[in-house]
């Protein structure tokens, strides 16, 4: 199985409003970037979309080591929140409905095809790839304002 490295950032100006993701996939010395945004949309959204997206491209199953500095995504897949909201019928544990349930039946499948071990980074501290792709996002949710 394949080792490919991803990470990935959201951004959004307001909450609700313009928003974007920026990816950077990297395997065997090749990197791709992707990105994308939304006129009106959440930043937990754009890091929810960002990580879709980054899997979505990959052609086969592989073996992920994803980084990313939301943690909503992160501690929603790592400490099992999102598996327990949908064997509510989305419903947290406070009773409340969950949000972003449209992406996360999108995602839930992809971590089912690949081996993705999340890795959390703090945002805006230095990080490479995190700040280029703090980059593409906002470069994407200015294109979209």
Same mark, same amino acid.
């Given at each position: ?12 100006? !307001?909450? @609700? ?18 990105? #994308? ?7 937990? =959204? ?16 592989? =073996? ?9 995504? $992160? ?13 509510? !019928? ?6 409340? @409905? ?10 839930? @499948? ?15 501290? #230095?990080? @490479? ?8 996002? $906002?470069?994407? =949710?200015?294109?979209?304002?």
């Amino acid at each position: 199985m394949k080792t490919v490295e991803i990470f990935t950032d959201g951004a959004c100006s !307001g909450n @609700p409003g313009p928003g974007g993701y920026g990816v950077i996939l990297r395997f065997n010395g090749h990197v791709k970037e992707l990105s #994308g945004g939304e006129h009106e949309t959440t930043n937990n =959204r754009m890091e929810l979309t960002g990580v879709i997206k980054a899997l979505s491209a990959l052609k086969e199953p592989c =073996r992920v080591i994803l980084t990313t500095d939301s943690k909503y995504v $992160v501690d929603s897949v790592t400490k099992g929140w999102v598996y327990g909201w949908r064997e509510r !019928g989305w419903v947290k544990s406070d009773k409340k @409905p969950a949000l972003n349930v449209d992406l996360w039946e999108q995602l839930l @499948p992809l971590l089912e095809r690949h081996d993705v071990t999340f890795n959390w980074v703090k945002g805006h501290a #230095g990080h @490479p790839e995190n700040e280029r792709c703090d980059a593409l996002a $906002v470069e994407q =949710r200015d294109i979209h304002a």
